[in-house]
């Protein structure tokens, strides 16, 4: 080997642990696209073996080649134009024969392949015997065991890949079609070769007969003069054999591959004892219960909120603690007279006031994306879908719309790209267009701000004797209660109006139950709490900083100050008033003074201009900017209010906590209409801009108009109403 | 679907099997060739034994060659089975 940089793709099907494998050859060596759906976008890693460096990609989990779903075309045509060196296949070796089903398939499209027999452990717990050797020359494949989750056989699974580089495929097996198939096969090879592509002549072949559409778009573009005489022969063979077999000929085909696996294991694979899945089972006897599965679903979901918070605001307490002390440190560096210093303005007001106070939730976001990323690995989240099934059917989805939806409350960014495994169109954009109503990880600060400001935390009652409930749970559960139940009324309207009709099949795997490992889960959970650490260094930054000098310029007039100058001269001259009282009044007017200041400001001015929309919600100019400044991402409005009750403030000042501000400014009604106006209203930039690539333009633009009208109109009638009540 | 296995049995749906009942997929009513292609591709091809693991309120969940399935509410009233 002359070039010592080779790229190995992963292929296998959904959970096959093909993800465990990833991990244990690349470890933390890893760069994800933009955003890592659950199954979707392309992993790559790199790793040394020896003295060759190595290019991992993960492809997406697919059962099969065919062209259904988007991981198969990407899987596909990845293989086909990147041309990896070598492709290691991850077989789940508990579970054979269905997995070995994707193996024939790369085997007919004659790639250097390696089969990972992966969980072996597993397989032999399970009685299963399996006769690698055997196995591997029935198949004319190398395979290696492994244990992806323990890094067992990794490295020989490594040496296995590259001897198999630039090998000819010619041992490899693949399945033979049977006397009534397989000259026509043959025939229509030929003619392949003969028109247009002499490489994966066969494969060509066998695709063009099962009819499959991305096939020959492809073979049009390479030969597009003798694309439509290959397909009326395909055509003309399919309706032969067709009439022969009895069946479509998809099905015959599926049907072979599947013969030619049982015949190889049959010789190779015995099992000593039967049993079969009798862990996973009986755990499923009771999580999939008719009677309990949802309410054990409910109470699951409430732990993974209430341990959520229990464990990560005492963590947060702590980190705003040390960001007060990082702003009084920095402002320290000024002295006395920092007050009118621009620097230590846009250092302390802006940007640890600001940037900080997204990043103090930091623990919270990585906690709920711990427990999500739980909830995936352990194979509960597919049990989810099926005990959700039924309520979703009443909204004309099914149970796998259910999956985007829970990885909506961690971020709807991730869970948009989720929703590729869903089938339809319709089903994909109803999904999209409800999504944000799964109050995400970014709108915690935001709830949690207003609930520490209005709602004196207490232990309301104790579940079960041992587990506590507080009022802010209560409150938080209710906020993501009603963005459920609106998701639902919504997708109910689309699905009756826009998206009419019939609902789509649901068919899906369930994987075994496994225990996550530590190292899967602290990579998941790392992956997306990264990007709320990397959006807070970087978009937020960059808006905060705008935000921040638009409040801060332009400075009042002179004359103006003066005015203030004097009342304080005239106070301070007082003679009969003592001294606490002079000095409450100096506060009095500083305060004022800075009111006026911000009012002055490029964003109480154009604050000012756009506030009597929001007055009906109840909302003043300051909460107005901010619930705007939040399309740039949701958390901004902390950020946003932590600047601009903080421009103007004294540096001599003790800092008072922006909790306390609020709640000498605000009513408790006023903190819940903000908590409902965030929760609907248009989602962030970014999830605009996914909805945009995935669903395109019409779409996105719908999303944003019924959030936010829907949000203007629910919050007005809950501050209106509520208002003549309170 | 055709009757490949020339089995004279009559079909029922799905929707009408108990658990823990082993019957044999025999096809999809009104399936478009996608998904019969799909889910013999998942194997469920007609002659494949599954098993009925689990009934809920809509969905099913079944075994087929050692995986198990779930079959959404509108499915288990379009697969059609024979019983063993």
């Not at chain 1, 009798?278 to 309410?295: K, Q």
């Amino acid at each position: 080997m002359k070039d010592k940089h080779l790229t190995i793709a992963l292929a296998g099907n959904p959970n096959s642990g093909k993800t465990t494998v990833f991990n244990a050859i690349t470890g933390a060596r890893q760069h994800v696209g933009n955003y890592p759906g659950v199954t979707v976008e392309k992993k790559t890693g790199s790793a040394t073996h020896g003295d060759v460096r190595l290019d991992v990609v993960d492809l997406p989990g697919t059962y099969s080649l065919t062209a259904y779903s988007i991981e198969e075309v990407v899987t596909r045509n990845f293989l086909l134009d990147e041309k990896p060196d070598v492709v290691v296949d991850i077989v789940d070796s508990s579970n054979l024969e269905r997995n070995l089903y994707l193996a024939t398939q790369l085997m007919e499209l004659g790639v250097p392949l390696v089969l990972a027999f992966n969980m072996s452990d597993v397989a032999a717990s399970r009685g299963y015997n399996i006769d690698e050797e055997k196995l591997s020359e029935l198949l004319g494949v190398p395979i290696v065991n492994t244990v992806g989750h323990k890094g067992k056989g990794i490295s020989e699974l490594l040496d296995a890949a590259l001897a198999s580089v630039g090998k000819t495929t010619s041992e490899q097996r693949y399945p033979n079609y049977g006397r009534e198939v397989e000259p026509h096969i043959l025939q229509l090879t030929e003619l392949v070769e003969q028109k247009c592509s002499k490489q994966r002549s066969r494969w060509f072949a066998i695709k063009l007969l099962e009819n499959d559409d991305e096939t020959i778009k492809r073979l049009g573009q390479v030969c597009p003069e003798h694309i439509e005489e290959l397909t009326l022969e395909a055509e003309r063979i399919r309706k032969h054999i067709e009439s022969i077999c009895g069946d479509v000929a998809e099905i015959i085909f599926a049907d072979r591959r599947y013969g030619f696996i049982s015949g190889a294991c049959t010789e190779a694979v015995t099992q000593s004892v039967e049993r079969r899945h009798e862990h996973s089972d009986r755990i499923d006897a009771v999580m999939t219960n008719r009677y309990l599965g949802l309410p054990i679903f409910a109470i699951l979901m409430y732990l993974v909120f209430q341990l959520t918070f229990s464990v990560g605001n005492p963590v947060v307490d702590a980190f705003d603690g040390w960001k007060g002390d990082l702003a009084g440190a920095v402002s320290g560096l000024w002295g006395e007279s920092g007050a009118d210093s621009v620097l230590r303005s846009l250092l302390v007001d802006g940007i640890i006031e600001g940037v900080g106070a997204v990043l103090v939730f930091t623990p919270l976001i990585m906690l709920l994306f711990l427990a999500i990323a739980f909830l995936e690995d352990s194979g509960y989240m597919a049990r989810a879908a099926f005990v959700i099934d039924r309520l979703m059917h009443k909204i004309g989805l099914h149970g796998k719309s259910f999956i985007p939806m829970l990885i909506g409350f961690g971020c709807t960014v991730p869970a948009i790209m989720a929703t590729r495994t869903l089938e339809t169109r319709r089903d994909r954009l109803t999904t999209i267009l409800v999504l944000p109503l799964m109050s995400c990880g970014a709108r915690l600060p935001i709830y949690v701000l207003i609930l520490g400001a209005f709602f004196p935390i207490n232990i309301v009652l104790w579940l079960f004797g041992i587990f506590p409930v507080t009022n802010h749970a209560l409150w938080l559960f209710l906020i993501y209660m009603i963005g459920i139940a609106l998701a639902i009324i919504c997708a109910k309207i689309f699905r009756g109006t826009l998206l009419k009709g019939e609902a789509t099949p649901f068919v899906m795997e369930l994987p075994p139950y496994r225990m996550p490992t530590i190292k899967g889960l602290a990579i998941h959970m790392w992956e997306r709490t990264w990007l709320y650490i990397k959006k807070a260094g970087t978009i937020i930054l960059a808006i905060v900083v705008v935000l921040w000098a638009l409040a801060y310029w332009p400075k009042l007039g002179d004359e103006k100050r003066a005015v203030f100058e004097q009342q304080r001269t005239v106070v301070q001259a007082e003679q009969q008033a003592d001294a606490t009282q002079i000095s409450d009044r100096i506060t009095k007017i500083d305060a004022a003074e800075r009111e006026a200041e911000l009012e002055h400001s490029a964003i109480g001015r154009a604050g000012k201009t756009i506030a009597p929309v929001f007055k009906p919600c109840g909302f003043d100019w300051k909460i107005s900017t901010a619930a705007i400044a939040a399309f740039a991402a949701k958390e901004v409005f902390v950020g946003q209010m932590g600047v601009l009750y903080s421009v103007g403030d004294d540096v001599d000042e003790e800092s008072v906590d922006l909790r306390e501000k609020l709640a000498a400014k605000y009513t408790p009604l006023i903190g819940f209409c903000i908590m409902l106006f965030c929760l609907i209203s248009m989602p962030c930039m970014v999830t605009l801009a996914v909805t945009v690539r995935e669903a395109g333009w019409q779409w996105a633009m719908l999303q944003v108009t019924y959030l936010t009208v829907l949000a203007w109109v629910l919050t007005t009638i809950v501050y209106q109403v509520g208002s003549r009540l309170v | 679907m055709n009757d490949r296995n020339n089995n004279s049995l009559p079909t029922m749906p799905l929707a009408m099997t108990l658990v823990g009942q082993t019957v044999t997929f025999a096809g999809v009513r009104n399936a478009g060739r996608g998904l019969t292609h799909r889910l013999a591709e998942m194997g469920l091809a007609p002659g494949e034994n599954l098993e009925i693991i689990n009934r809920g309120p809509g969905p099913f969940i079944v075994s087929v060659k050692g995986s198990k399935f779930v079959l959404g509410r509108g499915m288990v009233h379009r697969i059609l089975v024979r019983p063993e």
